[in-house]
């Protein structure tokens, strides 16, 4: 019987072995499949991140995003040999618990060259504090995954060239920083990931509202849906215990703002489309603009398609330039999509009725001055604000998997603008940032009242309307 029961014991042993040794292996080829974590792993960013709830599957990436960078077997980038990375926790004690947990999950012992430990015992690593692990490489080098706690303060960043940081939960910012100028040197990389519990911090601005417009920013949000190993009844149960502001950023991981967004119903991962297309001639509409002179005047290009879903499909958006170089501009987009004119050559667009007014020369109105130019701006738009809120969320509103508005990834300010407009007092926005907004609002209040009737699809437009719908499911497939 001893004998027996010393064989099971070393039976599970040996599986015990093979099923951490086969972590990657499943993580990478598992029947189920976490379509966010593998959109993370192929985007070609040097600045990604991941806003995920608790146990949405975040960490999971930054772990096996290091894994791979450090063993040189990453499936969808170009891989080196002798890999420097820094991990980076809030503490230690978090450093221990989370991300090196994480990392010693999808490492296989024989990959493991070296430990040096902060404190505790190499035969007992779980339960110690790891300062790096020595990984061998499939080149023969050995790489070095150091770990890193903000606690240490920005000083204990400084000196080192890295190939890639793994920020696990938010930095502050210096930290953030000074890791950005270690990876300058080998043109490293940065990867976040995060549950947002801390407000609207430089995180939200520079990545999420990317307000400096850095092409390398990549980021998404990651849910409790999201994650295929996640049972339902266990969402539920979750759900349940918590209230809707814990919902916001546990659940979905979205920002809490102090003051409600006007627009939470936006989606850049639905609303905006990955691919833009051109659009058949007969979806054009009109241009909708709010002018400015000083401040920035907003324009774009609105389309609709045979079911009246609207797209945005351009954008032009500067301040301080008089009428002239607006008209300018709008003509030569105008141009580039091959847009549409009037009976008498005129690009037909919509205007905030302000635009009546006189200038200071006291001559012509602005409206008048676009005329000039060979625009015919329409004043006649319904300004309502609260109304015009309400439409435009309608708009929004996602039914059986999708929305009535799409906005092209071109149009960069009108989504910055749908993801940081916010209530001030009462029932009325924040006056900021909404030129856009306004101007959006304008062309959903008045597109109603200017849409020409509806008339039979020809065979030419069923079959436009058949490849285009064809392309798309090509495309999201």
Not at 63 to 83: C, F, L, T, W
Not at 356 to 364: A, D, F, I, P, V
Not at 420 to 449: A, C, F, I, N, V
């Amino acid at each position: 019987m001893r004998e027996i029961i010393e064989r099971l014991l070393e039976i599970e042993k040996e599986q015990q072995k093979r099923q951490k040794e086969d972590t990657l292996a499943r993580y990478n080829t598992g029947e189920k499949v976490h379509l966010k974590q593998l959109a993370f792993h192929k985007c070609q960013k040097k600045n990604r991140w991941v806003f995920g709830g608790n146990r949405s599957g975040k960490t999971e990436c930054g772990a096996v995003e290091s894994v791979y960078m450090a063993r040189g077997i990453h499936p969808y980038r170009q891989n080196k040999d002798n890999v420097f990375g820094w991990v980076v926790s809030l503490s230690q004690q978090v450093q221990r618990d989370v991300a090196q947990a994480k990392i010693l999950h999808y490492l296989k012992e024989s990959w493991i060259e070296d430990v040096t430990m902060l404190s505790g015992k190499k035969d007992s690593l779980k339960h110690g504090i790891i300062d790096q692990i020595h990984v061998r490489n499939v080149f023969g080098g050995i790489s070095v995954i150091g770990f890193k706690s903000c606690d240490q303060g920005r000083e204990k960043f400084q000196g080192s060239s890295l190939d890639f940081v793994w920020f696990d939960e938010e930095p502050p910012k210096d930290v953030y920083d000074e890791c950005r100028m270690r990876v300058v040197d080998k043109r490293g990389e940065i990867f976040g990931t995060m549950t947002p519990l801390k407000g609207l911090t430089f995180i939200h601005d520079e990545i999420y509202l990317n307000i400096h417009k850095n092409k390398e920013v990549w980021y998404e949000f990651m849910e409790w849906d999201d994650n295929p190993y996640l049972d339902k009844e266990e969402i539920e149960n979750l759900t349940a215990s918590l209230s809707q502001d814990q919902l916001e950023s546990r659940k979905y991981g979205r920002f809490k703002h102090n003051s409600g967004l006007v627009y939470p119903e936006f989606d850049e991962n639905v609303h905006v489309l990955k691919e833009p297309f051109n659009p058949p001639k007969e979806w054009q509409d009109v241009i909708s603009i709010d002018p400015g002179l000083n401040n920035p005047l907003s324009a774009h290009w609105y389309c609709v398609d045979y079911d009246d879903n609207v797209y945005v499909v351009a954008e032009h958006y500067q301040a301080g330039k008089d009428i002239g170089y607006h008209a300018d501009r709008i003509k030569e987009i105008s141009r580039s999509l091959g847009w549409h004119k009037d009976s008498n050559g005129l690009i037909n667009a919509l205007i905030d009725s302000a635009a009546n007014q006189r200038t200071l020369s006291g001559t012509k109105s602005v409206t008048e001055l676009f005329y000039d130019f060979g625009i015919n701006a329409n004043p006649k738009v319904n300004k309502d604000t609260f109304s015009g809120i309400q439409r435009v969320k309608q708009y929004l509103k996602i039914k059986d998997g999708k929305p009535k508005i799409y906005i092209f990834p071109t149009c960069v300010n009108l989504i910055k603008e749908l993801k940081s407009y916010r209530w001030g007092d009462g029932d009325s926005p924040q006056k900021k940032d909404d030129h856009s907004l306004d101007e959006l609002r304008y062309y959903l209040m008045t597109k109603p009242e200017n849409a020409p009737p509806k008339k039979p699809k020809t065979e030419i437009q069923k079959d436009k309307e058949r490849l285009f719908r064809k392309i798309m499911n090509e495309r999201k497939n």
